[in-house]
């Protein structure tokens, strides 16, 4: 799911020899992190301890419930913290960046900003100090607060959605799609008596189950997944949480609002693009890290290919729009600038550091920036086309 490490590319992509580029808009989520909070753990050892002093854990819970304290152990004091595996990948993202595009950075000047989230803070420091080292002539300004709350986490700030969400519009065909999809039988295989445990216990304690180690790989603990679930569990309990992602993130057929949170972001994209090409800018690259609430609304707002799935068929979204493929940890959304030797302007967009096409129903990658921009001002409401 969402807790996927990064899936990198060998090398940066390619530009034809005929563009020259010139600015960089970058988007991107916190690298791979210990698992954001303990509830979930923590619930998951209370019920499997209970279980055990009941005498109904079998081995199998008795070695789950091993390995869930080993990771409550090493979490301690390090909840959501940002790990040696997301510095590596951000450092990553950064060495690909300078090299594809070394001109930007050679006595450029970098902006980077980001959410208050410590986790967020530090992959823009791993980010930014790795080009550093990479050209130490690079002007770099930073900037980590509340005050970037409106663009890097909006879901905290927008009041329409806030108030969407306290609706709890997708709760019901959440629910519905959970009752009738999370399997029971990886919590029955962890006790010993077949009565321990209702169906609606056995699916939430399969779902916690998945929930702690689905986060694992991105804390560097390795876990033999066919020992708990089989390939058909696995994928039933993925789809519930691929499915509560696209409904609280994305735009629907529930509501847009979801998409809408990330306008202000969109526009900021657009305009920091326009003042790079008239001179107004003051920075080569802008980078800008957050979460992947942050990007699941961006890119479903942009309508990116397998960002954006409208459907009234719920059962249908696992086969349309992935997590894993839309936001793995240190997702990132790339809009690179070119210029032509005649002068006019070309832009690219890169998910997740490979070329994706903008415009529904083409496979074009390099657009006229008059043509993107036109496309892009269509995806914002009304009151921000200007």
Not at 89 to 105: D, H, K, N, T
Not at 188 to 216: C, I
Request: hydrophobic share 40%; glycine share 6%.
């Amino acid at each position: 799911g969402s807790a996927k490490p990064y899936p990198a590319p060998y090398e940066p992509a390619e530009y034809p020899d005929s563009l020259t580029p010139v600015f960089l808009n970058h988007v991107g989520r916190h690298g791979a992190r210990f698992l954001s909070s303990p509830k979930t753990s923590v619930d998951l050892a209370r019920k499997l301890q209970s279980a055990d002093s009941a005498g109904v854990l079998s081995p199998l819970g008795k070695e789950l419930l091993g390995l869930v304290k080993r990771v409550i152990e090493v979490s301690h004091n390090r909840w959501g913290a940002l790990d040696s595996l997301g510095m590596a990948e951000q450092r990553g993202i950064a060495s690909r960046m300078f090299r594809a595009y070394p001109g930007l950075f050679t006595e450029g000047k970098v902006y980077a900003l980001s959410s208050y989230a410590p986790r967020c803070v530090m992959s823009m420091y791993e980010f930014t100090h790795q080009l550093d080292r990479l050209n130490n002539n690079v002007e770099i300004y930073t900037s980590a607060g509340r005050q970037n709350s409106p663009l890097m986490r909006p879901f905290d700030v927008v009041k329409d959605y806030i108030e969407w969400t306290g609706s709890k519009q997708w709760e019901a065909p959440y629910n519905m799609f959970f009752d009738t999809t999370a399997p029971a039988g990886p919590a029955r295989r962890l006790v010993t008596d077949s009565g321990a445990l209702d169906n609606h216990a056995a699916q939430e304690l399969s779902w916690n189950e998945y929930k702690v180690l689905a986060g694992l790989p991105a804390m560097g603990i390795q876990v033999d997944y066919s020992k708990y679930f089989t390939v058909e569990e696995m994928n039933a309990l993925w789809a519930c949480e691929n499915l509560g992602h696209y409904l609280r993130r994305t735009a629907t057929t529930l509501s847009v609002e979801p998409a809408l949170i990330a306008s202000d972001l969109l526009l900021n994209l657009i305009n920091s693009t326009d003042a790079a090409i008239d001179g107004r800018g003051t920075s080569d690259v802008e980078l800008r890290f957050g979460h992947a609430e942050t990007l699941m609304p961006l890119l479903s707002l942009m309508r990116l290919k397998g960002c954006y799935y409208m459907t009234n068929y719920f059962d249908t979204v696992a086969l349309h729009w992935r997590d894993f493929d839309v936001v793995p940890m240190a997702a990132n959304l790339q809009m690179v600038l070119f210029k032509t030797g005649a002068g006019k302007y070309y832009v690219r967009f890169d998910l997740n550091e490979r070329p994706v096409p903008l415009l529904p129903g083409s496979d074009v990658v390099y657009l006229p920036w008059k043509q993107a921009r036109e496309y892009l001002m269509r995806c914002l409401p009304l009151h921000l086309q200007i």
